[in-house]
């Protein structure tokens, strides 16, 4: 024991492909302030990693067979207040367990980005070094050991990357060890908490009066000191330094004497960096609910008040209302005095939507979306920690935030693939929240018009409330849609055109009526690739195995899954023949047809490429949404949750592509994507039209989306999902392995087939693989692809478990239970 009583041993998890925690030695400087939750810095291996405090003990695990004498000590404690409240650590390690996923990533996941902290060496000088400096000559060009010993006896420690950035990176790098082992500096290792400072700014302010207020302070100023006066004068006395610097034209030193003479004031303040600062708000809609509408909020509120766990799946077709019924519910939860989280997809997290948030709730709302810097989400972030915001709103990692007292978790349009994390730690932030409002007593709502099969599966027997809100509010008709059949079309045209005489009259009509449309086309670019007519080559990407896409705006071949890129060839890279053609269209190739055909029209177009560019994203919406711009072309994107009223054509360019992915979700995605889209049209006072042009004009999911009747499709796809063995009958598993070397990746893969069937000897799953990856190569790797099936989800996680245990050279497996896509 370490003397106060506190447990000696520490349980870490740390941000690394293991599966296990490891037990560390408190040392007893350290002693008491350990706590659960905080973050540690840890040697591990070689490496010197932050890891996070996930359990103490008094006692070594004797199971583990672990030597005392072999047991570390902690290196250093980085947090005294936890950061990782115990709900959140509790959920992380469901999480870890269910998706066979590395606790310590899963933790990390659950952090902000700014709080990861880096792991820093930082350089110091000793008393032996200061020695050394002083028999230095004085004036004579100084050796770099030189510089180097003087910056840190002038300047005090710094880490080797600052060192590096004035000295110069390989040059720094060189003498380090020599003047470590020379004894005249000090290298230790540190964590650094980047982003994760509150930050502090400094203002000016004028000083009371009393205190200049000598009758002839007035005369006795510069013309500079007078316009510095003034501005703070303008401002109502306060202004940011540098704020005030600009507007009054005045140095620093001007403000500086204005201080010494008593004048004004400077003072840091600590700042918060509010993602929604400087907006507008508009005003809110004066609403009254409607019978469905009220029916919903009074079942939700009911097991509000009961708070007990309870999943609602609120199924309400596009603009059926459902935000204002998720708006009243956090209100409701706000008033039990609980908090509510909402999570939103990725980018469809709408600008008008934070908004309106922001005007019903005030500074209780705090916003997490991908799009903040990491210095806004810490700040947002710590504001949850505190308690000041009641309220949350934000993307897929939101699920993690550290919400006080959770009464409401609400999942806007579950059915979004967005929840999916795609990387390690694989999880989906829908199941995920569902666990955590179980864990929390707290009342979860589902809500989409699309719902993903498994939650209407999960519906259907009971293990969610269903809701069902069948039409949109104000009596509003859906749109009317109809299929473009494109093989009539070429038949008629004699040659493919990417845009039917039908949709081209149809935005002609709506323009003229000065109307807005919506044009969808799920792939961006210009052309889908380059094909050579003379050898039938394709340009592909050197790393992976598809094919470049054709960016004309860029002037290149970009690969979308490496981002590799290149110029486009003037001759075929295998027969330098001079005969390349451009092969299918995206949305910027639309873009240039739309805007071809309607000189006068305003066209923008919203995709990853347009919204590169931090709140690129936001303007464009809001500019659409004030009706500056006529037509809008874009990916799925534009697909999401947006309400402008004013739409009133939304045509498909395809979603051909789509629909032929070799994967088992691709009429569900498809189905999805076409209501959802369709959903943008007619939503204000005239209906809307839908044109959905394809070549599949009899495919099941084109028909069904097209007559909107979701529980068609559901009846339909169900049986196709029973008949093969899919979700939600059955639990998948994909285990990939990756090596840029085909012949040691199929070996590797063999093997754990055969770990696998010796685990399967007392379990009862299906296997299927090894084999290609339907992309089988991917930045270099090759891609070899292991499926697993089983009815009952446990026996699929213990199959895998004790296959992964029995293989040890197989932790770079990449295991993803659950997967989206088998891509
Ligand atoms: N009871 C109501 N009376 C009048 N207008 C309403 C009512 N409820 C909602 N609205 C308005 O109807 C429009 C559509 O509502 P909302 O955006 O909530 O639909 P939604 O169900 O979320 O649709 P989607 O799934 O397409 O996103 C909004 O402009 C909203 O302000
Ligand atoms: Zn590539």
Redesign the pocket.
Known sequence: MNGQGAPPYVEVAVPLGVRRTFTYRLPLAIGNAAQVGARVRVTFGKQQVTGYIVALHDELDRALEVDAREVREIEELIDAEPLITPEILELTRWISDYYLAPWGEVLKAALPAGANARIERVLAITTEGRDELARLPERRALTLKAQLLRMLAEQGPMTVRQAQRTLGTARVARILAELERAGWISIKHQAQNAAARAKRRKFVRLAPIEEHAAPDAARALTAAQTRVIEALIAADGELPFTELTERARASASTIATLERKGIVKIEAREVRRDPLAGVELPPL?D????RA?REALDQITAALDQRRYAAFLLH?????????IYIRAMRACLEHGRSALMLVPEIALTPVFSRRLRAHFGDRVAILHSSLSAGERFDEWMRIRRAEARVVIGTRSALFAPVQDLGLIVVD?EHDTSYRQQESPFYHARDAAVMRAHKERATIIL???TPSLESFHNAQTGKYRYIH?PER??GRPLAQAEVIDMRAVFARRGREEALSDELLEALEETLARREQAIILLNRRGYANFILCRACGERIGCPQCDVTLTYHKRERALLCHYCNFRRRPPARCPMCQSQHLHLVGEGTEKIEDLLQAHFPRARTARLDRDTTARRRAYEQTIMRFAAHEIDILVGTQMIAK???F?KVTLVGVVSVDAGLALPDFRAAERTFQLIT?VA??AG?GDRRGRVLIQTYHPEHYAIRFACAQDYANFYRHEIEYRKAFGYPPFFALASLLIQDDDLGRAVKRAEKLRRALDRANRDHNCRLLGPAPAPIARLRGQHRIQILAKARRRASLRSLIDLALAETDDLDRVSVEIDPLHLM
């Open positions: 809609p609403i009254e609910l409607n509408q309400g077709i596009t603009g059926s209302g459902k935000t204002e349009e809500g989409s018009a809100l509010v104000g949750g947006h309400d009223p959802q959903g943008r939503r």
